[in-house]
């Protein structure tokens, strides 16, 4: 029965196995969090990140429609795992539409340049670079609030105030709730929630080298043809946490494997590896992996917030040591 739910016949117990362990790791770590031992406090704060990263990447199946046969199942599932990522002030559809664009125009595609604006307000770059260089994500926190706040503030977008607002009194009854256990779920959250934009934002820093357009908000343009297949494949990069040991790329759902997904988009999460090695052997011309870029992560931590590199960029000649990478492109900031 709840096989035929699935797209995939060999897609039930990999699916299951995840959404598992979100809702546990999701339970398990808040009771960690409001707990009054120590290391349940710490185990909590990585349970609670790391469930939000999974879940973050189930969306990410859901927007491929890679999970369920059904759209709406996508659309019902990805709802409540954005409650678990604490982005349900976007809607699915706005999530699912940004990331689509993503694909088929092969660039960035947004509705402002961030880093435009933030020229203009030398005060708050400067804040968030002193920040950012205490690897506090600064720059993604912004980017995650501005989907709560353009709502109000730009007309495109005012028929989301209204999820806006009752999410904002769902989420504060909720933490509320929490606090009414144990305060220290007002510092030990943040934390965790801090944790999760880290690794979701390593994950995205260097799997591109794309251009950005402001045209989400309107009709796809010229720059929708301006680049083939062959541009794509040349400008993706797999970030992998492991070649040694592959069953590491499962801590992030093998969202590593990116230009297997790019070429095979429809796909699921746990085929990616297989198709991996099928589709490219070991040609790594575009795989990058760990132990460079963090060394890239660290070094650009600051100057990243403004940097967009080049296509085309010839980053294996280092490993990516001086791939600066771009921040800011999360498909779950939906703006």
């Not at 062959?230 to 499962?250: A, G, I, V």
């Amino acid at each position: 029965m709840f096989k035929s739910l699935f797209r995939y016949d060999d897609a039930l117990w990999p699916n299951v196995m995840a959404l598992g362990y979100v809702l546990f790791g999701y339970g398990f770590g808040f009771y960690g969090l409001v707990s009054d031992l120590m290391v349940l406090n710490v185990i909590g704060v990585v349970l609670v990140a790391h469930s939000m990263v999974i879940a973050a990447y189930l969306i990410h199946e859901c927007a491929h429609e890679s999970l369920f046969k059904d759209r709406r199942y996508n659309r019902w599932y990805s709802e409540l795992l954005l409650w678990v990522c604490g982005s349900s002030y976007s809607s699915f559809e706005d999530i699912k539409h940004k990331h689509n664009r993503h694909h088929s125009d092969r660039a960035d595609i947004v509705s402002f340049d961030f880093r435009t604006r933030l020229l203009q307000y030398p005060k708050t770059l400067k804040l968030i670079r002193l920040l950012e260089w205490f690897y506090i994500p600064a720059l993604e926190i912004m980017m995650h609030a501005l989907v709560i706040v353009l709502p109000f503030v730009k007309p495109s977008r005012k028929q989301r105030r209204g999820r806006v607002v009752l999410f904002i009194i769902l989420r504060g009854l909720f933490f509320i709730g929490l606090a009414s256990v144990s305060l220290k779920v007002l510092i030990l959250y943040p934390v965790a929630y801090m944790l999760f934009l880290t690794v979701m934002r390593f994950m995205d820093v260097h799997q591109h080298t794309y251009e950005l357009f402001e045209t989400l908000d309107q009709k796809r343009g010229p720059e929708a043809k301006l680049r083939d297949r062959e541009f794509e494949h040349h400008n993706t990069y797999s970030n992998l946490l492991s070649e040694r040991y592959p069953w590491l790329n499962l801590f992030v759902l093998n969202f590593c494997y990116h230009n297997v997904h790019h070429d095979q988009q429809a796909q699921p999460w746990y085929r990616l590896r297989r198709l991996h090695e099928q589709m490219y052997g070991h040609d790594e011309r575009q795989v990058l992996t760990l132990r460079h870029l963090i060394k890239s992560y660290h070094r650009y931590r600051v100057p990243r917030i403004l940097n967009a590199d080049p296509i085309n960029l010839d980053v294996k000649h280092d490993e990516g040591e001086t791939f600066i990478g771009v921040d800011g492109v999360s498909f779950l900031t939906a703006h």
